[in-house]
């Protein structure tokens, strides 16, 4: 789990995550209100951004930092040891919201635990569900996995980096991956095509 360390691009004034090499992206969606609580040491962290939805990744980018910093969130599906769907989420006390908040309990291989929260808007509850999907099945794959037996784990090469950071020519392969295809290998489940 990693906090404001994410390396980002911008790209159109909007930030993207850099993807790691062989890393395919599922789903992303904006806006969503996201929010993690830390058990230890406790703190909350909250913002409106976009989620992103890979198979090595939970990733969330703020669309501007909040007065306490928080810009930006991201845990390795394959450190994670247990997710739990929780009926209510620790930072809503409205029940009406619920249909819309995906909450998580989880804990990490290193011990670490904290609660996650994202709230799609009414028109998007259709999302959310799609995330549900794919997190399930993420999840599950990358806890089969054994973390060492995991390609592309890694950060991109700085060839390959720069190529992407710096490509803006509509035939490229980086450029077409965040205009026209934001699934990249990922496919929709059957219930959503």
Not at 158 to 175: E, G, H, K, N, W
Request: hydrophobic residues 35%.
């Amino acid at each position: 789990m990693y906090v404001n360390t994410l390396p980002v691009r911008i790209r159109n004034g909007h930030k993207f995550p850099i993807p790691l090499e062989n890393e395919s992206y599922y789903h992303r969606h904006q806006p969503v209100e996201f929010s993690i609580k830390f058990k230890s040491p406790p703190m909350v962290q909250s913002a409106t951004g976009m989620i992103f939805l890979t198979d090595k990744r939970i990733i969330f980018i703020a669309y501007e930092p909040s007065s306490d910093g928080f810009e930006n969130f991201y845990v390795m599906l394959a450190d994670v040891v247990s997710s739990v769907k929780q009926k209510k989420s620790f930072f809503d006390f409205n029940s009406y919201f619920q249909h819309n908040t995906i909450a998580l309990e989880m804990t990490l291989r290193d011990k670490t635990s904290f609660n996650m929260s994202i709230t799609y808007d009414d028109e998007d509850s259709e999302q959310k569900g799609i995330f549900e999907d794919y997190y399930g099945m993420l999840l599950s794959w990358a806890t089969k996995t054994k973390p060492e037996k995991i390609v592309g784990g890694r950060p991109l090469s700085i060839t390959t980096l720069t190529s992407f950071v710096s490509d803006d020519r509509p035939d490229s392969a980086y450029f077409s991956t965040w205009s026209t295809n934001p699934f990249r290998d990922g496919e929709k489940p059957p219930a959503y095509s």
